[in-house]
């Protein structure tokens, strides 16, 4: 099924005439296709639904434009140690650009500093970073996606109820600039502090905890456990990355907990299946394959000296069932291959 879809959509832009750029409503950029760039990608987890599909996308730009692409990931997110080494080893390598998801906002600052005083230019995709280096920033806006989930969650609860959170975090704690302790990536922060926002608007609501998860499944699982134990009460669970959304889902699903709402985060395949069978009520999605793609191709352009723009937001959208067949959708939850 997988390789059905993605055969579908290509054979419609061959049909059509259509690059992969022309599909994913992309200007096309007068990029030269003669040279190979070696483009080095460097995202923060090696498994998982949502970096696979940020593969994808780097990958069908990395074969429109001449790249040579080495793809590079730690085992789990919070080991931003290894990160920062795999940072390193791509500037010993030489590449000709980084594409850095930093699983720490201000943990991986440093060696991006490092690279720029190399000349190899680095591009911040998913995630940003704490440096003033970094050529453009491709991805979602987190503090409006944290937004979107409050806003469903608190509209699903007709506004009143005690809230969990799930988010993600990344380490156990790096020094910043400023003196502060900077516990993770930073689209986790501005997921969190987007949802804290809106929901302080609501004074029936009260969100009771916040939990934070190495984006391990099982961690999550137990976490929601202890979140469920502590408050019995709760009649919301937001989630704010894939790995959290799965393991809360799981154990809402297994205790039959049918009355707690829940908005989560990304669009894995088990998580379409608890979105249809009514465990997660909606889902806030991003748009992996193009950050993945756009990445790359700002990356070349980068390389050849073309000017970038600053930021490149690919957007969220809110998914449920009433929404989630829309074919403007649906390119969204199986872009070419899922």
């Known amino acids: 099924m997988r390789n059905l879809r993605l055969g579908v959509v290509l054979l419609v832009c061959l049909v059509l ?6 599909c994913l409503g992309t200007s096309p950029a007068y990029i030269s296709t003669t040279k190979t760039h070696n483009v080095h990608m460097i995202v923060k987890m090696n498994k998982g639904d949502y970096w696979n599909t940020v593969k994808l996308g780097a ?4 074969k429109e434009f ?5 793809f590079k990931a730690p085992d789990s997110e919070s080991d931003i140690d290894e990160q920062i080494t795999m940072v390193e080893e791509s500037i010993k390598q030489k590449a000709d650009v980084i594409i850095l998801a930093a699983s720490s906002y201000m943990g991986l600052a440093q060696v991006v500093d490092q690279a720029e005083y190399y000349k190899i230019p680095v591009i911040s995709v998913d995630a940003e970073v704490g440096s003033a280096k970094v050529k453009t920033y ?3 806006n987190g503090y409006e996606a944290g937004q ?3 806003e469903r969650l608190i509209e699903l609860l007709n506004g009143y109820g005690e809230i969990g959170i799930i988010n993600f975090t990344n380490s156990t704690g790096h020094q910043g600039s400023s003196g502060s302790i900077d ?3 930073r ?14 608007r609501f004074p029936n609501i009260e969100v009771v905890q916040i939990s934070y998860t190495s984006s391990n499944t099982s961690d999550a699982e137990q976490l929601t456990r202890d979140m469920l134990l502590n408050h019995p009460d709760l009649r919301g669970i937001a989630t704010l990355n894939e790995t959290a959304s799965q393991g809360a889902g799981n154990v809402i699903q297994e205790l039959g907990f049918s009355q707690l709402k829940m908005v989560a985060f990304d669009s894995s395949p088990s998580m379409m299946e608890l979105l249809q069978n009514g465990t997660v009520q909606a889902t ?3 748009n992996p394959f193009s950050n993945g793609y756009l990445a790359v191709k700002y990356a070349v352009e980068a390389s050849e000296g073309i000017e970038v723009p600053e930021r490149v937001d690919t957007g969220t959208k809110l998914i449920d069932l009433e929404n989630m067949l829309w074919p403007e959708n649906q390119k969204l939850l199986f872009p070419f291959v899922r």
């Open 17 to 22: 005439g259509f690059t992969v750029t022309s």
């Open 59 to 62: 990958e069908a730009a990395a």
């Open 66 to 70: 001449n790249v040579k692409l080495t």
């Open 138 to 140: 491709v991805g979602s």
């Open 148 to 150: 979107k989930s409050a």
């Open 183 to 185: 516990y993770g990536a």
């Open 187 to 200: 689209d986790a922060n501005e997921r969190e502090m987007g949802f804290l926002n809106y929901a302080a």
């Open 284 to 286: 806030v999605i991003q």
